[in-house]
């Protein structure tokens, strides 16, 4: 089993910064990559970015793109997601996911574990 515990979201102006920490314990050793997804009130998961946990690939969505990174401490078994520039629209809950087998899918449901989900919100 993996656990996995986020932390950093909170209430921010549009155009500042935040940056989500999510920390993994457990049999981490299984994880072939992690991600960060979203998710509004009566609104499907989405995926916001990933990174592989051999070789640090990244991907990420298209409405994110040269605005969030996402990044992994290997020693601290964390991974970040630093988001910059957030618009109104950033605001959600948003989910730290583990995957085992190897791929980077951007269906929530083929990731095998999931943290509790920090708010972020964006004002105007």
């Known amino acids: 089993q993996v656990q996995l515990v986020e932390s950093g979201g909170g209430l921010v102006q549009a155009g500042g910064s935040l940056r989500l920490s999510c920390a993994a314990s457990?049999?981490?050793?299984?994880?072939?990559?992690m991600g960060w997804f979203r998710q509004a009130p009566g609104k499907e998961r989405a995926f916001v970015a990933a990174i592989t946990c051999s070789d640090s690939r990244t991907y990420y969505a298209d409405s994110v793109k040269s605005r969030f990174t996402i990044s992994r401490d290997n020693a601290k078994n964390t991974v970040y997601l630093q988001m910059n520039k957030l618009k109104p629209e950033d605001t959600d809950v948003y989910y730290c996911?583990?995957?085992?087998?190897?791929?980077?899918?951007?269906?929530?449901?083929?990731?095998?574990?999931w943290g509790q989900g920090t708010q972020v919100t964006v004002s105007s």
């Open positions: 996911a583990a995957r085992r087998s190897a791929g980077v899918p951007v269906t929530p449901r083929l990731y095998d574990y």
């Open positions: 457990g049999r981490i050793i299984s994880i072939s990559a």
